[in-house]
């Protein structure tokens, strides 16, 4: 028999608060240790754990690679390199971006569920989209325990929603009964029962291309262009064979940014396109050929014109407001 | 009293963590996540030090910086800059009394700010 002595905790935007709220909380004689991903800007990441170590009884470090597992540590996600969890040890991997992030939590969780089981608790906090809810799903699968801050009290309701939705949540909870439930369940005995047949890849590696798992899907990584297959693990996850992972609602923002993108290029290549075809009109209008300059003015008249409409185009697409799709239609 | 710091950052995680540190510090920290509402409360009251990151929704730190420090009525007061591409500043005229880069310290961040608000009470006091 073992107790539960491995915690995961996935946070994104707003949710500094609640990890606050969390630490604080962790007693110093805690019988497991803490891995934390949380996004934050790259210019902002790595002060975590100084920050950690003001509020905390729990010693807390940014994770090193390859070093063992202890007890009663806290192990923060460095910057741009994801949170791995083996056998007994920590990887730090600047694997592919799952979600678009790195560090993710999906990674971090799924490495969890797959090494220790059911000794692995799993706790998503106040995040925008929907990274964690595919791990969270994992360590469900897999005889863990799965948290998930209530979303009503949540800074930003996103992450825990999705989570809660499709990532079989036992314990909706608010931040204030978070910690002294995760004393409590690792102070319980479980078999560590492990399942061998997993399904799921866990890309560490990013010399090596996966097979694609799963169906093949019409649409394409925005990271490399490679195809990408769909598994379901609890929700919907796109996966490209360099190890690109997406749930559906970080590829539709990927996929709507490309849309951005492009649509910013053209308007430039329009704007190119009447500058030079003015030109040309006023080229040929000083030669007299009256009816040449005249098509190029039409046309520039014309370019113009889609001009307008492109405006009107990148203004709408920027109204869109994705981060809160699935909140209530207004009308 | 317990002095007052206006942050101007426009992600609200990391005013979250800034203001945290200040509270520790035993100042008042005031967020503002873009310079038209730093500018509302500026017209309340007056801090003690402000801390400005370079990229803001509606404008540009490093020129808020310049104009708190071209005005009579502010430029006494320490503005610290908070950046991460450290030679964008370089190459730009910058008033800022101290430039943070980014990703910090946290202790190098504590004592930039006792050093600036223990100058301004002597300023003050002057």
């Not at chain 1, 369940?185 to 291309?209: A, M, Y």
Request: one cysteine or more; aromatic letters at 6%; proline letters at 5%.
């Amino acid at each position: 028999m073992n107790n539960r002595n491995i915690i995961v905790v996935g946070a994104s935007a707003g949710g500094f608060d609640a990890l606050k709220r969390l630490v604080n909380d962790l007693p110093a004689n805690l019988r497991a240790a803490v891995f934390i991903v949380w996004h934050l800007p790259e210019d902002a990441e790595g002060i975590l754990p100084d920050v950690l170590n003001r509020i905390g009884k729990l010693p807390c470090k940014t994770a090193v690679d390859l070093e063992p597992i202890q007890l009663g540590r806290i192990y923060v996600a460095p910057p741009d390199r994801h949170l791995l969890i083996e056998d007994g040890r920590v990887r730090v991997t600047r694997g592919p971006k799952e979600n678009r992030f790195r560090p993710a939590i999906d990674p971090l969780f799924r490495s969890a569920a797959y090494a220790y089981g059911t000794l692995v608790i799993g706790v998503i906090l106040s995040g925008a989209l929907d990274d964690g809810t595919a791990g969270l799903w994992v360590i469900g699968q897999r005889g863990g325990i799965a948290i998930v801050q209530d979303p009503a009290e949540a800074s930003i309701a996103a992450m825990p929603q999705s989570a809660k939705r499709s990532a079989l949540a036992q314990n909706i909870l608010s931040i204030k009964e978070i910690g002294p439930r995760l004393v409590a369940l690792t102070r319980e005995d479980v078999v560590n029962h492990q399942k061998k047949d997993s399904p799921v890849h866990i890309n560490t590696d990013r010399s090596k291309r996966n097979s694609l798992i799963g169906e093949f899907t019409p649409f394409t990584c925005p990271e490399c262009h490679d195809d990408l297959s769909i598994i379901n693990e609890g929700t919907n996850r796109f996966n490209c064979p360099s190890g690109h992972t997406f749930s559906a609602d970080s590829l539709l923002m990927a996929i709507n940014e490309n849309i951005e993108a492009n649509l910013w290029n053209t308007l430039r290549n329009l704007h190119e396109s009447i500058f030079l075809m003015n030109q040309m009109g006023d080229h040929f209008a000083e030669l007299n050929e009256r009816t040449i300059a005249a098509n190029y003015f039409k046309q520039a008249k014309e370019a113009h014109r889609h001009t307008e409409l492109l405006n009107r185009l990148i203004t709408e697409n920027e109204r869109i407001p994705y981060n809160t799709m699935h909140a209530p239609i207004v009308e | 009293m317990q002095k007052k710091v206006y942050i101007v950052e426009d992600d609200a995680d990391i005013g979250d963590v800034v203001g945290f540190l200040l509270t520790g510090l035993g100042k008042e920290p005031y967020i503002s996540t873009s310079i038209q509402e730093f500018k509302h409360r500026m017209n309340e009251q007056k801090p003690d030090l402000i801390i400005v990151d370079i990229r803001l929704p509606d404008g540009n730190g490093i020129m808020l910086c310049n104009q708190l420090k071209d005005d009579p009525a502010t430029a006494h007061i320490p503005v610290i800059l908070m950046s991460a591409n450290t030679n964008m500043v370089a190459d730009t005229r910058c008033s800022a009394d101290e430039i943070i880069q980014k990703p910090f310290r946290v202790v190098e961040f504590e004592s930039c700010i006792m050093r600036h608000l223990a100058n301004e009470a002597g300023n003050t006091t002057a």
